[in-house]
């Protein structure tokens, strides 16, 4: 009975979509960055070493080459499930903002293989997206793929 209530209230005053439910002091400045995108697939390689942290969680640097052009930091977290792993993958760029990728690998050949695919980004890269293939020699990830 409440609740129809609120809801006729609602519908009879006229709330309109432009009324704000949110106050004025909730609301906060948002700043528009140029995003690190492209209509056109754009080739892209990204190399990550690690060399740090303690497994299943793992600290490195990586360097991104092509349709991106940054390095910075990154770190990794694994699940293995027998010859399987999905890693999760941040890259943190020196220019600000996080790249978070989920990888996919097999360790049944060596090097390791598996495919990968950017899942979220944060600032710049807060757009974009991209997949491809990856090697796992040694400590290093090896992705090569397209951005877009």
């Known amino acids: 009975m409440l609740l129809l209530t609120g809801v006729s209230f609602i519908l009879f005053t006229g709330f309109k979509k432009s009324d704000s439910i949110v106050s004025p002091t909730a609301k906060h400045n948002t700043t528009v960055s140029k995003a690190v995108t492209s209509a056109v697939p754009t080739p892209v ?5 690690f060399s740090g942290g303690t ?12 349709g991106l052009s940054t390095s910075g930091n990154c770190t ?4 293995v499930n027998g010859y399987t792993a999905h890693c999760v993958v941040v890259l943190q760029p020196s220019s600000g903002g996080t790249i978070t990728i989920h990888q996919q690998c097999q360790f049944a050949t060596n090097p390791a293989t598996g495919r990968w695919e950017i899942v979220s980004g944060t600032g710049t890269y807060a757009n974009l997206k991209g ?4 090697l796992m020699p040694d400590d290093d990830e090896d992705m090569v793929g397209i951005i877009h």
């Open 76 to 79: 990794m977290d694994i699940l």
């Open 131 to 134: 997949n491809g293939s990856l």
């Open 45 to 49: 390689a990204i190399y990550c070493t």
């Open 55 to 66: 497994f299943p969680n793992v600290t490195g640097t990586f360097t991104a080459s092509g």
